[in-house]
């Protein structure tokens, strides 16, 4: 059974840095794009970050561009993201997912698994 478990998550002041991780179980995912997105209450989820399966091709959300960055470990089988300078807008629940093809981009209908996601919290 697939599981993605995300960590890392917690309540920091802006200008400040948090890593999340997010540790992938049941399969290996070392030949799968691997997402990061965020839900803030109130909004739809949205595209945070995407890798593709050797780590390269990063690709962000304008609103995370040159603050957060996206890596993995594919022998962990582990997916990060290194978040830094956070805004109070960065507030929301973070979900990191495994796409379903080596073409998705930025649309949550793209990726299959997901995980429970956990909390960032932002304050000014």
């Known amino acids: 059974q697939v599981q993605l478990v995300e960590s890392g998550g917690g309540l920091v002041q802006a200008g400040d840095s948090l890593r999340l991780s997010c540790a992938a179980s049941g399969r290996t995912f070392s030949s799968d794009v691997m997402g990061w997105f965020r839900q803030a209450p109130g909004k739809d989820r949205e595209f945070a970050a995407r890798i593709n399966s050797s780590g390269g091709s990063p690709f962000y959300a304008d609103s995370v561009k040159g603050r957060f960055t996206i890596s993995r470990n594919n022998a962990k089988n582990t997916v990060y993201l290194q978040m830094n300078s956070l805004k109070p807008e960065d507030t929301a629940v973070y979900y990191c997912?495994?796409?379903?093809?080596?073409?998705?981009?930025?649309?949550?209908?793209?990726?299959?698994?997901w995980g429970q996601g956990t909390q960032v919290t932002v304050s000014s």
């Open positions: 997912a495994v796409a379903r093809t080596y073409w998705a981009t930025t649309k949550p209908n793209e990726y299959a698994y």
